[in-house]
C-alpha cells in the first residue's frame, strides 16, 4: 500500500495496479483511491470491481514531465545535445502534441536552450520533409 496526495491508502500491490503504475508514471498522472475520484478523474476497474482512479495532470505539467523524461533518456540536459539531437526531439514532441499546449514552443525553446523560431524552423523541415515525401511517393 501507498498514500496519495490525501493520504488515503492506494493497492499498489494489486496486479492490475502494478501492471498501470508504469503507464500512468510515464504520463506524470497520480494514483488516486477510486473513492477520491472527482468527475475527471479515471476510475479503473478489475473483474467488475473498482480498484484505482487516475487524475491526469494539465497538459502545460505533462509537457514538463515529458520533456523531464527526455533529459534522463539523453542521460543529459536537453540544451546540451546536438543540433541533430535537438531536431529528434523536437519531431518526438511534436508527434506528442506538444506543440498544441499553450506556450509549448516556448517551453520547449527554453528547454533545448534555442529560440523559438529556431523551433519554428525544426517543425517547419520536418513538414517539408513530409510534403516531399508525398510528392515523390505519389
Known amino acids: 500500500m501507498t498514500e496519495s496526495a490525501d493520504h488515503v491508502p492506494v493497492a499498489v500491490d494489486h496486479p492490475?495496479?502494478?501492471a498501470v503504475k508504469p503507464l500512468?508514471?510515464?504520463?506524470?498522472?497520480?494514483?488516486?483511491?477510486?473513492e477520491q475520484a472527482q468527475p475527471d478523474d479515471v476510475v479503473l476497474a478489475w473483474e467488475?470491481?473498482?480498484?484505482?482512479?487516475?487524475?491526469?495532470?494539465?497538459?502545460s505539467d505533462s509537457l514538463d514531465h515529458i520533456l523531464a523524461?527526455?533529459?534522463?533518456r539523453h542521460g543529459m540536459p536537453?540544451?546540451?545535445?546536438?543540433r541533430k539531437?535537438?531536431?529528434?526531439?523536437?519531431?518526438t514532441l511534436e508527434a506528442r502534441g506538444a506543440f498544441s499546449v499553450r506556450h509549448g514552443v516556448e517551453t520547449v525553446a527554453g528547454?533545448?536552450?534555442?529560440?523559438?523560431?529556431?523551433?519554428?524552423n525544426y517543425i517547419n523541415s520536418q513538414e517539408?520533409?513530409?510534403?516531399?515525401?508525398?510528392?515523390?511517393?505519389?
Do not use: C, H, N
Open 48 to 59: 467488475g470491481q473498482d480498484v484505482i482512479a487516475v487524475r491526469l495532470p494539465q497538459l
Open 69 to 72: 523524461a527526455m533529459e534522463r
Open 16 to 18: 492490475f495496479v502494478s
Open 128 to 138: 517539408e520533409k513530409r510534403v516531399g515525401q508525398r510528392r515523390d511517393g505519389a
Open 111 to 120: 528547454a533545448l536552450g534555442v529560440s523559438r523560431f529556431t523551433v519554428y
Open 85 to 91: 539531437a535537438k531536431q529528434s526531439v523536437v519531431r
Open 24 to 34: 500512468v508514471d510515464a504520463m506524470g498522472a497520480e494514483l488516486l483511491g477510486p
Open 78 to 82: 536537453l540544451a546540451d545535445l546536438d
